[in-house]
């Protein structure tokens, strides 16, 4: 029932901004994770940013390669999560997929995320 739908990517120049959104449905856990990643041509996927809820607390983490220029968010309702990407470099093309679980431990690993979106293509020119 758990569905993530991503949109918000295109092309930009390095420098610019980019607002990617995921929209969940199916979502009823008062515990989860919700992750980017990101993953280019012939490379590994890689953690990009996550959100974690756990209870009534909500956790921010963000991977080192995007700490002060990403940021991870959600709506108040908890429908969608969002990656607000600022001051963009050519080497954060990638294509960017939203993941989420129930397993809130490895929030950093992919093997660890259950449900995925079927990504959206950022692409940074110089």
Request: with cysteine; net charge positive.
């Amino acid at each position: 029932q758990v569905h993530l739908v991503e949109s918000g990517g295109g092309l930009v120049q390095a420098g610019g901004s980019l607002r990617l959104s995921c929209a969940a449905s199916g979502w009823t856990s008062s515990t989860y994770a919700m992750a980017w990643f990101r993953q280019a041509p012939g490379k590994e996927r890689e953690f990009v940013a996550a959100i974690r809820r756990i209870g009534h607390t909500t956790h921010l983490n963000h991977a080192d390669s995007v700490k002060g220029r990403f940021t991870i968010s959600r709506d108040n309702a908890e429908s969608s999560v969002y990656l607000q990407m600022n001051s963009l470099k050519p080497e954060d093309t990638a294509v960017y997929y939203c993941a989420a679980t129930y397993n809130i431990g490895r929030y950093y690993s992919a093997v660890y995320y259950n449900y995925w979106g079927q990504g959206t293509q950022v692409t940074v020119s110089s």
